[in-house]
């Protein structure tokens, strides 16, 4: 391996003043986590609220008005219709203009009495299988309902109440995942097009011809993106303390430490695309290619526990599902890094691999 | 092989597929000299400048460059020749002075020696006042110094230009031409690839490649005074008729058209050439005069190519 620092420090030098002309790539280094953040934050929220419902009371006694009004409380629905038959309910849920419909048949108390049929019945827009869990938590309500009916003991009510958790808790759990999902996209691309656009426009011919190393490359070319991509998570968790107060219980330093690995893992792995890709498009398929395993298996949309075995170990080869755990330990359970050491290794590996695999691929060669 | 010579190659061939692009190449380029390669599109020029370089692997064949086998030994050699691409290859969103400065670092240069080279070679190619200004915004000219001044930055031994002087006005080129005899005169080998003649003529050494084979190679001199053809120029009133009359006819290399006159090359196997065109001219009835002539390196061209080159613009 050959190094020598004036090289390095050549391509570092020309690296920073090219990207500080390259005006779109400078927007997108500011532009991509402020719009991500504001879409995901606002629109990912799978604690579903809000849902529009109807109610026909039937029984429309004092314990059936506490049912429904407990229900609005736990802002779960919303827009309470009143109509007067099952089959109203029925016709509103097929217009889809309900989410829910809330039958409360005339004998709702003797029903509460007795233990060998349900009280009230729930109808739900199965449609949506978010919705549908939702709602179904609503029915495990309705038999703490039916209990304190039984005794009227308000703090069973409460502890209801304390489930809905009316805070916006899935921002809290998307930010850090966020940092995670936007390091991926843009560091992969940066790094992905970079060798490759110097191949396209000509330089790499006459770079190649120079006593310039491929390591020497190589490092060059990731250092300034690591800066880069540590702003960018100084913005996201800016913006996210901000607009969405979420906190970062463990040390800011650590979560430092921590993305700057999973960068470099990031960086690398851009390095492999470029020698792979023949131009930038094919440089920016690779990318998604795999960036959307990334999203969807790293534990940041679906929970890593419900996926079946085969998904879990390729989940185990990406980067992002180690920064998840690492991120979401430091940000919200307040962990310390050296806790979470094996996510650590396996993205220093990570990075160690790609990075020889990229040295090693490329060549100063044209064929 | 003869520490004398800057390149020696032995066979060199490469392939593309089915495609010889360089085919058994020998070449032997003297050190201190300008060397041509002259040839049409598409005849290996820039291939074997890869070849020489080390860019390509060849297929066959062997080649040392200064003394070093290539390309096993390429990375040695690299800090001892500059390489000019035939397209432009310095960053266009770099200024002038920022890609010369970012050569002298990547050739490894001392800070003081970095600033004194930079401002030797932007004085030499009158780079000075574009210093400020973004490579991509210059003209082809400016461009071409450009990239002549970032290959000579290190003062290499052995300068590779490939087609330098494409899309470049005759001033420039002549400019840039005494350029090159200035390094030269240092002591820097010198190979350059071009499409034209007049620029073929001032080489001290010359190859023509056609289809990836070497089909002459010498100095120019030498190359007109042992061209396998004669030169008949004919004048007539009615030059298309005399075209069409002497061309596909046995013997006639070519046929082509300066103004008035029709300059006519006949096989040197032929042995009589004005009056065999004569004699050609007067059975088809058509009045017109012949006369030899002094071959041109563009005959030579036109002879070991059987192809229309283009012509230089000096
Ligand atoms: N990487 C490659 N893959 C396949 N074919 C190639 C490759 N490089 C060159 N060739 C072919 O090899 C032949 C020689 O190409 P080369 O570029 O050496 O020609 P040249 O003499 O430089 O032409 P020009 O005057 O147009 O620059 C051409 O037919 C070209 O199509
Ligand atoms: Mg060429």
């Known amino acids: 391996m050959k190094l020598s620092l004036t090289r390095l420090f050549a391509i570092l030098q020309k690296e920073v003043q090219q990207l500080r002309r390259d005006r779109l790539t400078f927007g997108m280094i500011v532009g991509i986590p402020l719009m991500q953040i504001i879409l995901f934050g606002f629109a990912i929220n799978t604690d579903v609220r809000n849902l529009s419902a109807a109610v026909a009371d039937q029984s429309n006694t004092q314990l059936s008005r506490q049912l429904v009004a407990d229900m609005l409380a736990t802002q779960v629905i919303d827009r309470v219709q009143h109509v007067n038959t099952g089959a109203q309910l029925k016709t509103l849920l097929d217009q889809g203009d309900i989410k829910i419909g809330i039958l409360i048949p005339a004998d709702f108390e003797r029903r509460l009495q007795q233990s060998s049929r349900p009280a009230a019945q729930l109808m739900i827009d199965g449609s949506d299988p978010i919705i549908l869990s939702t709602a179904q938590s609503l029915t495990k309500m309705s038999f ?96 996210g303390m901000f607009l969405f107060h979420v906190p970062v219980n463990g040390r800011v330093l650590d979560v430092y430490l921590a993305s700057g690995i999973f960068i470099a893992a990031n960086l690398s792995l851009g390095l492999v695309i470029s020698t792979v890709a023949k131009n930038q498009f094919q440089a920016m398929q690779l990318t998604f290619f795999f960036f959307l395993p990334s999203l969807l298996l790293s534990g940041f949309m679906f929970p890593f526990e419900g ?61 | 092989m003869n520490p004398e010579n800057a390149i020696e190659s032995i066979d060199l061939t490469k392939r593309f597929g089915e495609l010889v692009a360089v085919d058994h190449v020998n070449l032997v380029i003297p050190r201190k000299r300008i060397f041509g390669f002259l040839g049409p599109n598409g005849s290996g020029k820039s291939t074997t400048i890869r070849l020489l370089c080390g860019l390509l ?112 006005d005759p001033q420039t080129r002549r400019d840039f031409w005494d350029n090159l005899f200035q390094l030269v005169d240092d002591g820097t080998t010198i190979l350059v690839s071009t499409h034209y003649m007049d620029e073929a003529e001032r080489c001290h050494n010359l190859a023509i490649l056609d289809h990836g084979r ?33 061309k596909d006819k046995i013997h006639i290399i070519s046929v082509t058209q300066l103004g008035a006159r029709q300059r006519v090359l006949v096989s040197k196997q032929q042995g009589e050439a004005q009056s065999y065109v004569q004699q050609l001219l007067d059975s088809a009835q058509l009045t017109a005069e012949c006369h030899a002539t002094h071959p041109s390196l563009e005959d030579v061209f036109v002879t070991v190519t059987c192809k229309q080159p283009r012509t230089g613009d000096i």
């Not at chain 2, 960053?91 to 050569?103: K, P, R, S, W």
């Not at chain 2, 600033?115 to 461009?143: C, I, P």
């Open chain 2, 57 to 168: 692997t060849p297929t066959s064949g062997s080649v040392s460059v200064l003394n070093y086998r290539v390309p096993e030994q390429a990375e040695i050699l690299k800090q001892k020749i500059g390489y000019m691409t035939q397209r432009f290859s310095l960053y266009e969103d770099l200024t002038v002075f920022e890609n010369l400065n970012f050569m002298a670092r990547i050739y490894s240069m001392p800070a003081a020696q970095r600033r004194t080279r930079t401002a030797e070679v932007m004085e030499t190619f009158r780079l000075d006042k574009l210093a400020k200004q973004f490579a991509g915004t210059l003209s082809g000219g400016q461009r071409q110094r450009l990239s002549l001044a970032a290959a000579t930055l290190h003062r290499p031994e052995l300068l590779l230009l490939d087609e330098p002087t494409s899309a470049v």
């Open chain 2, 214 to 246: 070497m089909v002459a190679n010498g100095e120019p001199e030498t190359l007109m005074q042992e061209i396998n053809s004669d030169v008949v120029e004919v004048e007539s009133k009615q030059p298309r008729q005399v075209a069409h009359t002497l």
């Open chain 1, 144 to 239: 703490n309902q039916r209990n304190a009916a039984k005794s009227i003991k308000p703090p069973e009510l409460f502890e209801v109440r304390n489930y809905y958790n009316p805070e916006r808790r899935s921002a809290v759990f998307v930010v850090p995942g966020l940092i995670g999902a936007i390091l991926t996209m843009t560091m992969v691309l940066f790094t992905a097009v970079a060798i490759v656009r110097e191949r396209e426009r000509g330089n790499l011919e006459l770079l190649i011809n120079t006593p310039v190393s491929t390591t020497e490359l190589m490092i060059g070319k990731i250092i300034p993106y690591i800066i880069i991509g540590l702003i960018q998570v100084a913005i996201i968790m800016l913006l």
């Open chain 1, 307 to 367: 996926m079946p075995r085969a998904a879990q170990i390729i989940a185990e080869i990406l980067p992002m599902t180690h920064f998840m755990r690492l991120i979401r330990g430091i940000m919200l359970r307040g962990a310390e890094l050296s806790q979470l050491s094996m996510e650590v290794y396996a993205l220093v590996i990570f990075t160690i691999i790609t990075m020889s695999f990229a040295i090693l691929r490329f060549k100063k060669r044209l064929d």
